[in-house]
Nanobody
Protein backbone atom coordinates (compact mmCIF):
# COMPACT_ATOMS: atom_id res chain seq x y z
CA UNK A 1 0.00 0.00 0.00
CA UNK A 2 1.27 3.44 -0.93
CA UNK A 3 1.78 5.84 1.91
CA UNK A 4 2.88 9.48 1.87
CA UNK A 5 4.26 10.98 5.07
CA UNK A 6 4.69 14.73 5.50
CA UNK A 7 6.72 16.77 7.94
CA UNK A 8 7.86 20.33 8.53
CA UNK A 9 4.65 22.23 9.19
CA UNK A 10 4.07 24.59 12.09
CA UNK A 11 3.81 28.25 13.04
CA UNK A 12 5.88 30.97 11.40
CA UNK A 13 5.78 34.76 11.26
CA UNK A 14 5.00 36.64 8.06
CA UNK A 15 8.13 37.02 5.96
CA UNK A 16 9.64 33.85 7.35
CA UNK A 17 10.43 30.52 5.74
CA UNK A 18 9.48 26.88 6.15
CA UNK A 19 10.46 23.66 4.41
CA UNK A 20 8.00 20.81 4.01
CA UNK A 21 9.06 17.24 3.28
CA UNK A 22 7.16 14.31 1.78
CA UNK A 23 8.33 10.70 1.75
CA UNK A 24 6.57 7.96 -0.20
CA UNK A 25 6.69 4.29 0.74
CA UNK A 26 5.05 1.01 -0.21
CA UNK A 27 4.07 0.14 -3.76
CA UNK A 28 5.05 3.37 -5.49
CA UNK A 29 5.21 2.10 -9.08
CA UNK A 30 2.38 4.40 -10.17
CA UNK A 31 3.94 7.54 -8.70
CA UNK A 32 5.77 9.68 -11.23
CA UNK A 33 4.67 13.22 -10.50
CA UNK A 34 4.58 14.59 -6.97
CA UNK A 35 2.78 17.72 -5.93
CA UNK A 36 1.68 19.96 -3.12
CA UNK A 37 -1.86 21.20 -2.55
CA UNK A 38 -3.32 23.30 0.24
CA UNK A 39 -6.71 23.88 1.79
CA UNK A 40 -7.50 26.98 3.79
CA UNK A 41 -10.47 27.24 6.12
CA UNK A 42 -13.68 27.62 4.17
CA UNK A 43 -12.01 27.00 0.81
CA UNK A 44 -11.51 24.10 -1.57
CA UNK A 45 -8.21 22.30 -1.85
CA UNK A 46 -6.06 24.12 -4.41
CA UNK A 47 -2.94 23.40 -6.39
CA UNK A 48 0.36 24.83 -5.14
CA UNK A 49 3.23 23.15 -7.00
CA UNK A 50 4.14 19.94 -8.81
CA UNK A 51 7.27 18.26 -10.13
CA UNK A 52 8.02 15.53 -12.66
CA UNK A 53 9.72 12.27 -11.74
CA UNK A 54 13.16 13.41 -12.84
CA UNK A 55 12.71 16.95 -11.54
CA UNK A 56 13.09 18.53 -14.97
CA UNK A 57 9.61 20.08 -15.10
CA UNK A 58 7.82 22.09 -12.42
CA UNK A 59 4.46 23.87 -12.19
CA UNK A 60 3.48 26.60 -9.73
CA UNK A 61 0.35 28.45 -8.78
CA UNK A 62 0.80 32.11 -9.69
CA UNK A 63 0.40 33.33 -6.12
CA UNK A 64 3.42 31.34 -4.90
CA UNK A 65 5.69 31.64 -7.92
CA UNK A 66 8.98 33.24 -6.96
CA UNK A 67 8.44 32.47 -3.28
CA UNK A 68 8.01 28.68 -3.20
CA UNK A 69 10.29 26.06 -4.72
CA UNK A 70 9.41 22.40 -5.21
CA UNK A 71 12.19 19.83 -5.50
CA UNK A 72 12.79 16.12 -5.04
CA UNK A 73 15.78 14.12 -3.92
CA UNK A 74 14.63 10.95 -5.71
CA UNK A 75 11.49 9.20 -6.91
CA UNK A 76 10.12 8.88 -3.38
CA UNK A 77 11.04 12.14 -1.67
CA UNK A 78 9.82 15.67 -2.37
CA UNK A 79 10.21 19.06 -0.70
CA UNK A 80 8.50 22.41 -0.70
CA UNK A 81 10.66 25.36 0.29
CA UNK A 82 8.44 28.29 1.25
CA UNK A 83 9.97 31.76 1.55
CA UNK A 84 8.48 35.21 2.16
CA UNK A 85 5.44 33.63 3.74
CA UNK A 86 2.21 35.60 3.98
CA UNK A 87 -0.83 35.14 6.22
CA UNK A 88 -2.74 34.14 3.08
CA UNK A 89 -0.52 31.05 2.87
CA UNK A 90 -2.07 29.68 6.05
CA UNK A 91 -3.62 26.30 5.23
CA UNK A 92 -3.33 22.56 5.60
CA UNK A 93 -0.72 21.45 3.08
CA UNK A 94 -1.03 18.05 1.41
CA UNK A 95 1.53 16.01 -0.48
CA UNK A 96 0.21 14.09 -3.49
CA UNK A 97 1.48 11.51 -5.97
CA UNK A 98 0.21 10.43 -9.38
CA UNK A 99 0.97 9.01 -12.78
CA UNK A 100 0.97 12.25 -14.76
CA UNK A 101 2.26 15.73 -14.05
CA UNK A 102 -0.79 17.98 -13.80
CA UNK A 103 -2.22 20.76 -11.67
CA UNK A 104 -5.58 19.05 -11.16
CA UNK A 105 -6.48 17.62 -7.78
CA UNK A 106 -8.49 14.77 -9.28
CA UNK A 107 -5.50 13.50 -11.28
CA UNK A 108 -3.57 12.52 -8.17
CA UNK A 109 -4.16 9.07 -6.71
CA UNK A 110 -2.28 9.19 -3.42
CA UNK A 111 -2.35 11.73 -0.63
CA UNK A 112 -0.63 12.44 2.63
CA UNK A 113 -2.48 13.23 5.82
CA UNK A 114 -1.82 16.96 5.60
CA UNK A 115 0.27 19.26 7.76
CA UNK A 116 -0.85 22.60 9.17
CA UNK A 117 1.08 25.72 8.17
CA UNK A 118 0.10 28.86 10.05
CA UNK A 119 1.58 32.25 9.13
CA UNK A 120 1.02 34.97 11.70
CA UNK A 121 1.01 38.70 11.01
Amino acid sequence: QVRLVESGGGLVQAGGSMRLSCAASGGTFSINAMGWFRQAAGKEREFVAAISRNGATTYYQDSVKGRFTISRANAKTAFLQMNSLKPEDTAVYYCAGGWRLTTARQDYDYWGQGTQVTVSS
